[in-house]
């Protein structure tokens, strides 16, 4: 069974493609639309795939450049117009190579037995488009996407991790992990997270307070936060929220960004980078007889040097939200 099926019907813009992911629903969902699993599966194994930008929103933008094994570079982009988690995504795709040559895709996720069925509408430029793309081996990509997304998940070990104290993740090297244990109920835990008010409490490493903070709690919403530093200077950060499962877990994505919520590149607050880097934090809430232990995951750290400041910037924010929880 190769696990995907392609349909052409004729003189139409349009192809169907269903694929039959052998893991839940809520796991491929991940897979296809977190910036840290995009490379894992996303174009030919034998090719590298980078995430430039991705926010999974209506509205949000993408951007992914693949380099094949001979340093060429071919970039993709397009806009989210539908986004409903775990079910539904709508997006365009336009390659770099061919300007205003834009396909619309429908991913409907069904899961069945344990497994997922994606069906995928996709209504190319022209008809024209459509054959000249099915000439470019369009049958082999779908078969080496499904290939590889189960190759993925089969190896995630869905829905447990490991769980590693201030560890970076030697798969990818852009990882870290982080798990405290708080003497103070879930519920506690959670509203200091969720609450702006309760999260300006303790949100910015030690000596730093901060001035600011606004959530749209909802799958979609977004947030803008701000940290301002010994010597007045502040900081601020933005992104959606991907996932909220209440008391139990938070995924959102987070950029630097500037005092209206723009996103910006490091280099705006002095730090290296020209480019705006869109990371992904995951917050996982136990309880653990009537205390509560939280594990951060976040992904999209670029460099030693910043995984390292972030894992002492989240330490030190953690100690302070101790304070809070007495």
């Not at 910036?35 to 034998?46: D, H, S």
């Not at 895709?105 to 069925?117: N, V």
């Not at 190759?151 to 201030?166: A, D, S």
């Not at 909802?218 to 499962?245: A, F, N, V, W």
Request: aromatic content about 10%; overall charge negative.
């Amino acid at each position: 069974m190769p696990g995907y099926k392609i349909e052409v019907p004729p003189g139409t813009q349009d192809i169907l493609i269903t694929r039959h992911i052998y893991a839940p629903r809520d796991e491929v969902y991940k897979a296809l639309t977190y910036p840290m699993l995009i490379p894992k599966w996303w174009g030919p194994e034998r090719s590298s795939t980078v995430v430039h930008k991705m926010s999974v929103m209506p509205g949000g933008t993408w951007r992914y450049v693949q380099t094949d094994m001979e340093g060429k570079e071919f970039a993709f982009h397009g806009v989210y117009h539908d986004v409903l988690a775990p079910e539904l995504l709508v997006y365009s795709s336009e390659f770099e190579g061919i300007p205003g040559n834009v396909t619309l895709y429908t991913d409907q996720l069904t899961e069945k037995d344990g497994d997922t069925i994606i069906t995928t509408h996709a209504v190319f430029y022209s008809v024209e488009d459509r054959q000249r793309k099915l000439r470019w081996s369009l049958e082999e990509g779908v078969r080496e996407t499904t290939r590889r997304l189960n190759k993925l998940l089969g190896k995630m070990g869905i829905p447990e991790r490991r769980e590693h104290i201030m560890e970076r993740l030697e798969e990818n090297g852009e990882c870290l992990t982080i798990t405290r244990t708080f003497d103070a109920p879930r519920d506690q835990v959670w509203g200091r997270w969720t609450d702006p008010n309760q999260y300006m409490c303790w949100w910015g490493p030690k000596d730093f307070t901060s001035p600011y903070a606004r959530f749209d709690l909802r799958p979609g919403g977004r947030y803008l936060s701000c940290m301002r530093g010994p010597d007045g200077k502040d900081y601020c950060d933005t992104g959606h929220y991907q996932e909220i499962d209440e008391l139990n877990r938070i995924v959102y994505t987070d950029s630097f960004a500037d005092e209206s919520g723009n996103p910006v590149p490091p280099s705006f607050y002095g730090m290296v980078g020209d480019q705006p880097v869109e990371m992904s934090v995951e917050v996982r809430l136990e309880d653990v007889g009537g205390k509560t232990r939280m594990t951060l995951e976040h992904c999209g750290l670029t460099g030693g040097e910043m995984i390292d400041q972030a894992t002492e910037g989240w330490n030190q924010s953690f100690d302070k939200l101790a304070g809070c929880l007495r």
